[in-house]
């Protein structure tokens, strides 16, 4: 079974600091993607990554997709309390119709 | 924001019931796909659909049954509902199959509870 862990699970932190999410498995992924959920709404994409290395900004945000294609990372630059939310994060193997989805992330921004 | 509606967005429900979910779309899209979303776990694949009554297993597919009579619904049910079914169930929908062009629009989620 693929597997998706997503660190940390919660953080909590003052606007204007900056953070980190990773997300990480033993299997290798054709394509990750990064989506945020807020409270009673479904997941809403940011972004996808395909190749190996590629890194993606959209706006404060900075994503990274692994060498090795098995792990990524997103970057928040001077949070907002407009980024507070879920973040998952889901990888697709090549020659399937599905993502496997991570445990998510918890992010609150404390203004 | 896609066109993707579920009913109903709340029910309690008790055990040994049947219940049904319903996922419209107004986008006519090809693909999709009913979750369950619980704390730890992220999001799960239940069912998915591939075109008007073609339809297959995801991860956590024992339990429900789906439908999809006409491309705008698709219907979970939940022949005969447990407590381990108590979640937040989301639909998606999806354009393209194709790598990486596979986004998912989700809709607002139901909320089951079985007592």
């Known amino acids: 079974t693929q597997l998706l862990e997503q660190s940390p699970q919660f953080l909590s932190i003052q606007e204007g600091e900056n953070l980190t999410v990773y997300c990480n498995s033993s299997?290798?992924?054709?394509?990750l993607q990064w989506y945020r959920q807020e409270p009673g709404e479904g997941p809403v994409l940011l972004v996808t990554v395909v190749t190996g290395g590629e890194v993606k900004k959209l706006k404060r945000l900075t994503f990274q997709f692994g060498d090795a294609r098995k792990d990524s990372s997103l970057h928040i630059t001077a949070a907002q309390p407009g980024d507070t939310g879920l973040y998952l994060c889901a990888g697709a193997t090549s020659g399937t119709y599905k993502y496997i989805f991570g445990t998510g992330t918890r992010l609150k921004v404390l203004a | 924001d896609a066109g993707i509606t579920q009913s109903p967005r709340h029910k309690v429900t008790e055990t040994g019931t049947p219940v049904t979910l319903r996922c419209h779309q107004t986008?006519?899209?090809?693909?999709m796909y009913w979750y369950r979303q619980d704390p730890g776990h992220g999001l799960r694949l239940i069912h998915y659909?591939?075109?008007?009554?073609?339809?297959d297993k995801g991860e956590v597919s024992d339990g429900y049954s789906v439908s999809r009579s006409k491309t705008e619904d698709f219907l979970l049910t939940l022949e005969s509902a447990t407590s381990s079914q108590t979640s937040v169930y989301f639909c998606?929908?999806?354009?393209?199959?194709?790598?990486?062009?596979?986004?998912?629009?989700f809709g607002p989620g139901t909320r089951l509870t079985v007592l």
């Open positions: 998606a929908i999806s354009e393209s199959q194709g790598e990486p062009y596979n986004e998912q629009f």
């Open positions: 659909s591939y075109g008007v009554k073609d339809t």
């Open positions: 299997s290798v992924f054709s394509s």
């Open positions: 986008e006519n899209h090809r693909y």
